[in-house]
């Protein structure tokens, strides 16, 4: 017997979902390697890595960001709804600039970090990791303000390196040497025009483009023709990136902190203070979401602190346990690679205070690496040092060099 | 004249053209790479330090010089793997600006037209060589093997100081006994094997795996680069280790590029160098080593200054330092004959062109990623063997074996925007030519025009875009750089002249036998290519002697 079955035109379909630049990036996906970034179809990697993250440090690279979760926030009180959300001052924060921020739950316990944009006097972008929507419109409750979930009506690259004011100033974008760090600007490109931050996840010389899906694949073509001559655009994956952020000593949610709203056991999510962001944190600009668990964070001390260790050897160290004379646990790394740039063995790493604070000698890393099949254990030391692990001139010059 | 884009060399000072009462601790003759890592090491002791160095530049054969306007080449040395990341990490020369870029595959351009390419990835590579023969494809994988457990058994002696066998100190027996235990952790079968490999030729080598002439000429390149060896040579498996032993980030056999050509390895440890307070005096050759009582005081320069100094390290080869700057009554007379007798024979020659655009290739794709790699033209073993021939009588190469790159399709620094620098290194070529001529006349651009027909060959436009080009005989190199007949290695990597043997049986711990003066260039341990061991090793034997702590060799990073 034959049934007919109703499917509803916009039904979800079952698999990864596309972003506008995948009719380019799939052919060059060559060996289909893929990350797991909120749903969407985005390359971990184009064959290697290695490759990618020098295209970072030494050409421009470039990063489908069109996953990345994008908010419009407007209205006449939208500055003071994120007044009250934000724990740095948003009103210092002029139209035509970014800032890193983070927010906080009432334990003032990080739930995500991100970008803001201020497109104008009532008009904001938040860009983030997570989902947030729930969490921006119980918030807003009593504020005059719309906040609209705008992830897939724009569409970003980031073109980070080097040479990447180079391939701007070939793709015609005028006066863009004047951009300085953290500032936005329209640029006419094609029939329409793009957005342009200063921006980006790599600590080094490097600008994000917001444009809408339509001028996705226009963008992409005269990106590539634009850096032909400066050694090329290479498009990357998450792995490079990844390196990169390392290095920039840049926290990621999942990853160095458990965004609040998802954690399940008590005492794992982190407060700003112990993420080492307390410069994010101003307590005189007025109320503000976990501002009273801060400040009494601030007076009782926090529990943990993220440090940034450089570690003997060369056996990354990621998720390794941290001792102290090689006995007692007091951490773990939380993102540890190779630098190929410092030549050193770098890591994020979260400890108990007092560790980290008072006491930061004598603190090993037990490292297992599997070689031939046979674990190989490797107490390594760890020298508590200053972030980031590199920070090239070039990432605040104004106007950047040629290369 | 020549000069170091970047670079800020202090000129000889007012002060040292007179008798100085100044007593440095230490001076090191030539600003070569290993030089300035001894430098650099022994400043950052808290040493007074200066650097000596004929050359109106430094860097040695680790330089980049600007020639043509726009235009940067690495004009020696032009790839970087063996460096050590120790003392990378141990200077912190990414403050100073050295970063190492990998490159990734290249390709032989066979005669007939057919290219046979290598890839970064296994697999891909794998197929590749099957498309040759199936055989050779799983022979790779065996062979991979084996120059793996090479490398690793040579890896943890780089950065060791070679015991001396006939001795009876303890630090010597000690060392002897951790040698002989490293040896006897390969297990029999590869104790045998290695001491077979260091007796080899790289073509008897390859033949035991490979049976496509292709295959074998690609990789053999790697066994007879720098040396005055045919492929057929006893000797030449252990070159090809030599090539393969570095790596860059963990990523053994890999090679790369210094960022700004290799000149930036010299600016990065001169960088470190005078952060701890060192100082670098260019134009000042030195004419004599001074000695009294048996013992080095200092130098004599050939302008006349004298300077003085508790310790004199020479960088320059052992043929050129006791041959050249140190008077011959002040050496016992065995260590002088074995000086002399010390093999340290020219064969390569180098061209460094600008070009107008990438070349095309006949049968390869524009933006194909083989052409970012090493790039070669001898297709057959019996090619490359005559090339040698061709040395033997006294002659160029008539069709060399090249190792051509284009570092600008991935150094965004060397040349102007859609325009590239090429680098070709040529094997073979005499110092001395048997048909009397100088290479001070037409032979010089006759051999470049050997080498440039080579590569137009297999380039329709190649000529075309040929806007300047810098040619190097072995003659040139020893000329500018010092290193006698032009030998890339500061004398040849064979086994009589490795490990406890190099330079010299007896002084292979890095001093010299004239009290005060060491040695550490490239002719000591463990030799040559841009590595910066020799320079660690002598400094950390400096320090020994004054009783200053410094780094552990057992820090070696494992792979």
């Known amino acids: ?403 | 004249m020549n000069q170091l884009s970047g670079v800020e060399v202090a000129a000889p000072s007012v002060q040292s053209s007179l008798r100085e009462d100044r007593v440095y601790d230490a001076i090191i003759i030539g600003a070569g790479h290993n030089g300035l890592v001894t430098a650099a090491y022994l400043a950052r002791a808290g040493l007074d330090v200066a650097v000596l160095e004929k050359n109106p530049h430094i860097g040695g054969a680790a330089v980049s010089l600007s020639l043509y306007e726009g235009w940067t080449y690495s004009n020696c040395s032009y790839v970087c793997s063996l460096f050590r990341p120790e003392i990378m990490r141990d200077l912190e020369l990414y403050k100073h600006g050295l970063q190492i870029i990998p490159y990734e595959g290249g390709m032989t351009m066979m005669a007939n037209g057919e290219r046979f390419h290598t890839y970064y990835d296994h697999n891909v590579f794998r197929q590749e060589i099957a498309r040759f023969s199936k055989k050779d494809a799983d022979a790779y994988d065996a062979y991979s093997t084996a120059v793996m457990k090479m490398c690793r058994w040579i890896k943890p002696m780089l950065l060791r100081t070679p015991p001396d066998p006939t001795s009876f100190k303890p630090r010597d027996i000690a060392e002897l006994l951790y040698l002989g235990k490293h040896f006897a952790s390969l297990g029999e079968r590869d104790m045998g094997e290695l001491v077979r490999f260091f007796t080899l030729s790289i073509a008897d080598f390859l033949d035991e795996y490979f049976e496509t002439d292709v295959v074998k000429a690609h990789f053999a390149g790697s066994g007879i680069i720098g040396t005055a060896l045919g492929p057929y040579s006893p000797g030449t498996a252990y070159v090809l280790l030599h090539h393969y032993m570095g790596d860059i980030d963990g990523s053994v056999g890999a090679w790369g590029f210094a960022r700004g050509g290799m000149g930036s390895v010299s600016k990065a440890l001169a960088g470190a160098f005078k952060s701890h307070g060192g100082k670098i005096l260019c134009d000042s050759e030195v004419a004599q080593i001074t000695t009294q009582g048996g013992a080095c005081t200092g130098v004599l320069l050939t302008n006349g200054n004298v300077l003085r100094a508790k310790k004199v390290i020479s960088n320059l080869d052992v043929k050129r330092t006791f041959t050249k700057i140190v008077k011959p009554d002040v050496l016992p007379e065995n260590f002088l004959r074995q000086v002399n007798n010390f093999k340290i024979r020219g064969s390569s020659g180098k061209l460094n062109i600008a070009l107008g655009g990438m070349p095309i290739f006949d049968n390869v794709p524009s933006e194909h990623p083989s052409l970012r790699g090493d790039l070669h033209f001898t297709d057959s073993m019996a090619r490359m063997e005559r090339g040698y021939d061709d040395w033997k009588e006294g002659r160029w190469s008539a069709d060399p074996y090249v190792d051509m790159l284009v570092p600008t399709q991935i150094d965004p620094t060397m040349a102007p925007p859609g325009k590239h620098y090429m680098s070709v290194f040529v094997q073979y070529a005499p110092p001395t030519l048997s048909d009397g001529r100088s290479w001070d006349g037409p032979a010089r651009d006759e051999f470049a025009q050997t080498v440039l027909n080579q590569i137009a060959s297999q380039s329709p436009n190649f000529r075309d875009l040929v806007l300047h080009y810098e040619v190097r005989s072995p003659w040139d190199i020893e000329r500018e750089t010092g290193l006698t007949e032009g030998n890339i290695f500061q004398g040849e990597l064979t086994m009589d002249q490795l490990i406890f043997n190099r330079p010299i049986p007896g002084y292979a711990q890095f001093r010299a036998p004239v009290r005060n003066l060491y040695m550490c260039g490239s002719s000591t341990h463990p030799g040559g290519g841009v590595m910066g061991a020799p320079g660690a090793n002598a400094a950390r034997e400096i320090l020994r002697d004054l009783s200053i702590r410094n780094f552990d060799p057992r820090q070696e990073a494992e792979i």
């Open chain 1, 1 to 403: 017997m034959n049934y007919s079955m109703k499917i509803k035109p916009d039904t979800v379909r079952v698999g990864l979902k596309p972003t506008p630049f995948i009719d380019r990036l799939r052919p060059l996906n060559k060996f289909e390697s893929l990350a797991y970034w909120q749903g969407y179809w985005s390359p971990a990697d184009f064959g290697n890595p290695e490759r990618e993250y020098f295209a970072i440090r030494n050409t421009t690279s470039v990063f489908d960001l069109s996953p990345m979760t994008k908010y419009r926030i407007k209205g006449p009180q939208a500055e003071a709804f994120l007044q009250r959300l934000m724990t740095r001052n948003i009103a210092k924060l002029k139209p035509g600039r970014v800032a890193y921020t983070v927010w906080c739950n009432d334990e003032g316990k990080v739930i995500d970090d991100g970008t803001l944009f201020r497109l104008g006097p009532q008009e904001f972008r938040l860009c983030c990791q997570e989902h947030q929507l729930f969490w921006l419109l119980t918030s807003a409750a009593g504020f005059d303000v719309s906040i609209h979930d705008e992830t897939d009506e724009v569409c970003g690259l980031s073109l980070q390196g080097p040479t990447s004011y180079s391939v701007l100033r070939a793709l015609g974008l005028a006066a863009v040497e004047t951009l300085k760090p953290f500032e936005l600007r329209d640029f006419s490109f094609g029939p329409g025009s793009i957005m342009v931050s200063r921006t980006g996840f790599t600590g080094d010389l490097g600008y994000e483009l917001w444009c809408a899906p339509g001028q996705a694949l226009p963008l992409w073509d005269a990106l590539q023709s634009a850096g032909r001559d400066f050694g090329g655009v290479e498009p990357i994956g998450s792995t490079a990136l990844d390196m990169a952020r390392i290095e920039a000593g840049f926290i990621g949610a999942h990853l160095d902190f458990m965004p609040a709203d998802q954690a399940v056991r008590a005492g794992r999510a982190a407060s700003p203070f112990e993420l080492n962001l307390e410069w994010l944190v101003d307590f005189n600009k007025g109320h503000f979401t976990g501002r009273a668990a801060l400040l009494a964070e601030q007076k009782a001390g926090s529990k943990r602190c993220l440090v940034a260790v450089d570690i003997e050897g060369n056996k990354p160290a990621n998720h390794a346990l941290i001792y102290h004379r090689k006995k007692t646990e007091v951490g773990h790394i939380s993102s540890g690679i190779w630098s190929p740039t410092a030549k050193r063995n770098i890591g994020l790493a979260m400890l108990q205070m007092p560790y980290g604070k008072s006491i930061t000698s004598d603190l090993w890393a037990e490292i297992y690496v599997m070689r031939e099949l046979k674990w190989e254990k490797r107490m390594a030391k760890c020298t508590i040092v200053k972030a980031p692990f590199f920070e090239p001139a070039r990432r605040r010059a104004t106007p950047p060099g040629a290369y």
